[in-house]
């Protein structure tokens, strides 16, 4: 089992930038994708951006973001520090929502890791609010 907090949300201004970071605990952390999702008031929770565990490629991760979010947000992970995080450029109101970090263990699965289905593990959310 893997065990996850997630840290770094706040209050910005449009245009700003917020840094996550998201703590696993658990001596495999690499072996597991990571993926980030967020959860809007009033609406469903949607896949933000999503890493690769280390095995997945021969190339190396593989990371693949929401169309919302490409060329803004930037996900990289640290296996040796068991730590995840989403780097959030050019933030816009439309990006305010509690921001969920989650792991799979589905090794079995080749794709982009975007369904929330594919994680068993979340933390408990860090919410971001983008003022206009």
């Known amino acids: 089992q893997v065990q996850l907090v997630e840290s770094g949300g706040g209050l910005v201004q449009a245009g700003g930038s917020l840094r996550l970071s998201c703590a696993a605990s658990?001596?495999?952390?690499?072996?597991?994708?990571m993926g980030w999702f967020r959860q809007a008031p009033g609406k469903d929770r949607e896949f933000v951006v999503s890493?690769?565990?280390?095995?997945?490629?021969?190339?190396?991760?593989?990371?693949y973001y929401a169309d919302s979010v490409k060329g803004r947000f930037t996900i990289s992970r640290d296996n040796a520090k068991n730590t995840v995080s989403l780097q959030m450029n050019n933030l816009k109101p439309e990006d305010t929502a509690v921001y969920y970090c989650?792991?799979?263990?589905?090794?079995?699965?080749?794709?982009?890791?975007?369904?929330?289905?594919?994680?068993?593990?979340w933390g408990q959310g860090t919410q971001v609010t983008v003022s206009s």
């Open positions: 989650a792991a799979s263990d589905r090794t079995d699965y080749i794709g982009k890791y975007d369904r929330s289905a594919l994680y068993a593990y």
């Open positions: 890493i690769s565990w280390s095995g997945f490629s021969w190339s190396g991760f593989s990371s």
């Open positions: 658990g001596r495999t952390f690499s072996s597991y994708a």
